[in-house]
């Protein structure tokens, strides 16, 4: 729904809201889309939403809170009777349940599961055990599962009457007595035999699957390699514990760009939306990463300060300083982004250290020299500079370049192989650092070429 529209549609509801018109408000809820619903609602004032969100039946109120921002979720949770919400509960699946639990105090979860199914208090209680960013956090329980002996009949007989608690029917697991993985059936596959085959001559039993404990980023790469729609996850004995289906990854995928985006910038990651965010929570996210850059650039004055002798005799050095920092701390940011990148997405892999630095060595080098051609073109024909000062120049863009691409490889390589978050010296830290490495050969070499 483009912005003008949704706009429009908000309008509508308010005014609708606001006549006390709830009939025709119901009925033009129920005709849209439980997404398109869900950011209209997001849109709307607190009290306002949730009398929009009680008049919806139960099975469509439970499809629209699944999508509802975060906030929106826990302020409708916790306003709604203990009844009504552990109503709410039992209609998510699984992992959709506990992904909201997780983030709500002690006492309103206690409240909420204790007006839950059983069934339900037992599946949400079996995921929160798992580590947070584990496959086992982020798994459903709900899934469908058949025996190796049944013909195609007794399957979709199985399904007809199973699958409305599953997440998904289009992928099917065989499991045996002990809920050991022995294959996967697709619901095409399925249709596609005879009623009275048997599962087991033709299910498919090379199978890929996650263990519990498996990363969710990891996940991640195994979705975007296979093109997978689930994935089946198992525990250490190898029995069937729950799938992961692809919505679950492209919320996994957005989580994670956006931390890695907000940790490139210097910022605190936050799940908040950035307009629902307060000034106050958006000053402690930026304020940290701000306080030790500001702290770190400290040196580079001091490298300055040390040799203000020789920029009091050659004040013209002092106009290249802001564009030799910055070229250096440009070219360890691109490096730095994409081997970043490649190591999220499986391009690269840390067996790959020496075939990484050895590119960006080589890769460095080539854009020094580029760079340095074109900076001596323009140190003498149009700032009119000696040869000597524009050949200090175009040295130390050429080193500058070649370290600020070298480190940047190798520091971020050597920062996954310790399990660190290489997206956190992807930039702020790294322009601190080439800052100063720039500084430093920028002078060294002045002295050296001029006799200072």
Not at 107 to 132: F, G, M, W
Not at 157 to 172: A, H, M, Y
Not at 285 to 311: C, H, Q, V, Y
Not at 346 to 353: E, I, K, Y
Request: hydrophobic residues 45%; charged residues 25%; contains cysteine.
């Amino acid at each position: 729904m483009d912005n003008e529209k949704e706009i429009n549609e908000v309008e509508v509801f308010r005014e609708l809201l606001k006549n006390k018109q709830y009939t025709a408000l119901r009925e033009k809820a129920l005709d849209m889309n439980e997404v398109d619903l869900a950011q209209i609602l997001d849109q709307m004032e607190d009290e306002d939403m949730l009398k929009m969100f009680r008049l919806l039946p139960k099975d469509s109120a439970a499809d629209v809170f699944v999508q509802l921002e975060q906030e929106s979720q826990q302020y409708i949770i916790t306003q709604l009777s203990e009844k009504e919400a552990g109503s709410i509960i039992d209609n998510l699946w699984a992992d959709d349940a506990t992904d909201l639990l997780e983030e709500m105090p002690a006492n309103v979860v206690k409240k909420i599961l204790s007006n839950a199914k059983p069934e339900t208090r037992a599946d949400i209680n079996h995921l929160l055990q798992y580590p947070d960013d584990s496959a086992g956090s982020i798994m459903t329980t709900e899934f469908m599962d058949l025996k190796q002996n049944m013909t195609v009949r007794q399957a979709l007989d199985r399904i007809r009457e199973k699958g409305i608690d599953s997440e998904t029917v289009n992928v099917l697991y065989v499991l045996d007595p002990k809920r050991l993985l022995l294959g996967i059936v697709s619901l095409r596959s399925l249709i596609m035999h005879d009623e009275n085959d048997v599962i087991e001559t033709f299910m498919e039993d090379d199978i890929i699957s996650v263990k519990t404990n498996t990363d969710q980023e990891e996940v991640a790469q195994i979705f975007q390699k296979y093109d997978f729609m689930a994935v089946p996850v198992v525990d250490k004995e190898n029995r069937m514990v729950g799938i992961i289906t692809v919505d679950d990854v492209m919320d996994i995928m957005e989580q994670e760009t956006t931390e890695d985006m907000d940790k490139m910038a210097a910022i605190i990651p936050n799940d908040k939306p950035y307009l629902k965010t307060s000034v106050f929570e958006t000053w402690k996210k930026r304020i940290p990463w701000l306080m030790l850059m500001m702290i770190s650039a400290t040196f580079t004055g001091k490298i300055i300060t040390s040799f203000e002798g020789a920029l009091s005799r050659f004040i013209i050095l002092t106009a290249y300083i802001p564009m030799l920092m910055d070229t250096g701390g440009n070219c360890g940011s691109q490096a730095s982004t994409e081997v970043v990148r490649s190591l999220s997405i499986g391009q690269v892999h840390l067996s790959d250290f020496f075939k990484v630095v050895w590119k960006e060595m080589r890769v460095g080098l080539l854009c020094g020299v580029t760079l340095a051609g074109v900076n001596f073109l323009k140190c003498i024909f149009i700032d009119g500079v000696s040869v000597t000062i524009a050949a200090i120049i175009c040295i130390t863009i050429v080193c500058c370049v070649f370290f600020a691409k070298l480190i940047a490889s190798i520091l971020v390589m050597f920062v996954t192989r310790l399990h660190l978050d290489a997206a956190v010296v992807a930039s702020p830290m790294l322009t601190t650092v080439i800052d100063a490495i720039s500084l430093t050969i920028y002078f060294s070499i002045s002295i050296l070429l001029l006799g200072l």
